[in-house]
């Protein structure tokens, strides 16, 4: 296979680009690990939900049809972003696993499960799931009980009568305690004091707020959103409902683990059977290593998008990094259409 771009991943990020791609000439394709449409979404727990309404929560184009609640279901974005890519014809091929990222005299070579192509440019799509971050606590790989991280975590009907330990204070880490907590014994380790938002401000409310601090840092100006702060949690109905039952009351910090539970840093012991660990990601870039080298957390270095010092690759929808909200539905439309044009110029020089 030859051909003018490829795009690894087939996530949201990659639709968005798709969706632009169609306004060209460029001969492209989607190479997917997965097995199915969908980008990562198959692989979040069962009761995740968006923080926006479908209204405020799609890919250039098409609107997400309306959500049978307030905010859109783990299935309903899945059914979304499958017929997305039906809609749009777009090229994708899977199960394809890219494996290494190589470059010479010009022309990408992509070591991949089903054998190597080739590629003028390159966009790399493959968000976070597949690189999670694990904090090194003192005595965690003692533990003889069972620990997870959320990108594997799917419902709590296997932790029924357990004791059971979540470690993080963002958004998965409430979400996940909320529902655990209705079925095993829940503790809640905190690095910091979670914050709530209010119950009226949701995901559409915090990307307008960071959309106006971004503009205004573009212009120089100040603006105040301390009181949207966008790693605070968002009151969706299951949170609000354990919030009510007093769930996240009694927060504390973690010290150390032993083989059969937990010390928090006042010196006290819990004995625990399950660890969850909600503590975020990483950048799932390992297959760019040969070429570009990556840091700790698989950042790469950008400029926008484009890889510098690597003419012909870009990266889409990692987070901050690769652009203003771009790892947001809403949010990656914006730098996958201006990556498209950097492409096509490329080509076309």
């Not at 029924?160 to 305690?177: F, R, T, W, Y």
């Not at 950097?342 to 020089?349: A, F, G, H, T, W």
Request: with cysteine.
């Amino acid at each position: 296979m030859n051909k003018d771009l490829i795009i690894i991943g087939a996530g949201q990020s990659a639709l968005a680009c798709a969706y632009y791609l169609r306004r060209t000439d460029i001969d492209y394709t989607i190479l997917d690990a997965s097995q199915q449409c969908g980008g990562s979404w198959n692989k979040y727990w069962d009761s995740l939900t968006l923080f926006s309404p479908a209204k405020h929560s799609s890919l250039p184009g098409w609107f997400m049809p309306p959500s049978k609640d307030r905010y859109p279901t783990r299935e309903e974005v899945i059914d979304y972003l499958c017929k997305y890519e039906k809609k749009y014809n777009v090229p994708v091929e899977r199960p394809v696993k890219v494996e290494s990222l190589h470059k010479e005299n010009g022309i990408f070579t992509l070591k991949t499960s089903t054998g190597n192509v080739q590629s003028r440019t390159v966009i790399s799509a493959t968000g976070t799931l597949r690189n999670p971050h694990i904090p090194n606590v003192p005595g965690k790989e003692k533990f003889n009980g069972k620990q997870i991280h959320s990108a594997y975590y799917q419902n709590p009907n296997s932790l029924a009568g357990k004791k059971v330990l979540i470690v993080g204070e963002g958004n998965s880490g409430a979400q996940i305690l909320a529902e655990v907590s209705k079925i095993a014994e829940t503790y809640w380790a905190t690095k910091n004091s979670p914050d709530f938002l209010p119950d009226d401000v949701d995901g559409h409310v915090l990307f307008d707020v960071a959309s106006a601090k971004y503009y205004a840092k573009q212009k120089g100006e100040h603006f105040d959103s301390s009181q949207y702060n966008l790693g605070n949690i968002v009151m969706v109905p299951s949170v609000k409902e354990a919030h009510e039952r007093g769930v996240y009351e009694n927060p504390k910090q973690l010290k150390s683990i032993s083989e059969n539970g937990f010390f928090w840093t006042d010196g006290s012991f819990q004995e625990i059977d399950v660890i969850i660990w909600c503590t975020g990601f990483g950048y799932a870039t390992q297959h760019l290593k040969p070429l570009v080298k990556p840091d700790q957390k698989g950042k790469v270095e950008t400029e926008k998008t484009r890889a510098i010092n690597h003419p012909g690759l870009w990266l889409v929808g990692y987070g901050g990094f690769t652009g203003f909200a771009s790892a947001t539905l809403i949010g990656v439309g914006r730098t996958a259409k201006q990556t498209v044009k950097e492409v096509e110029e490329y080509l076309d020089s």
